[in-house]
């Protein structure tokens, strides 16, 4: 346990942020399962209105530093690549 003031208060910070980040990670799984469900069941136009979301949550995870920036763009690349197979 932090026993100093500041120690005590990086603490708190720490487990705010923490409950931050877990929830956009839940975020971008739940639109990445939902743009897979899409693609499973050939929604075409669903899927294609998905993405740009998507796209944009990827982005703020990265700006926020959440994610880093090649695994934002590979998570991207892979979902517009089921998007081009489902034509």
Do not use: H, W
């Not at 899409?38 to 929604?43: D, G, P, R, T």
């Not at 530093?65 to 089921?82: H, V």
């Amino acid at each position: 346990m932090p026993i100093t003031m500041s120690a005590k208060k990086a603490l708190r910070s720490s487990e705010k942020k923490r409950v931050f980040n877990i929830n956009k990670k839940e975020l971008i799984s739940k639109a990445v399962k939902q743009m897979k469900r899409f693609v499973a069941e050939k929604k075409v136009k669903e899927a294609k209105a998905m993405m740009p979301q998507i796209q944009k949550v990827l982005d703020k995870a990265v700006k926020t530093g959440l994610l880093k920036k090649n695994t934002a763009s590979r998570k991207k690349s892979r979902i517009s690549a089921y998007l081009k197979n489902l034509k």
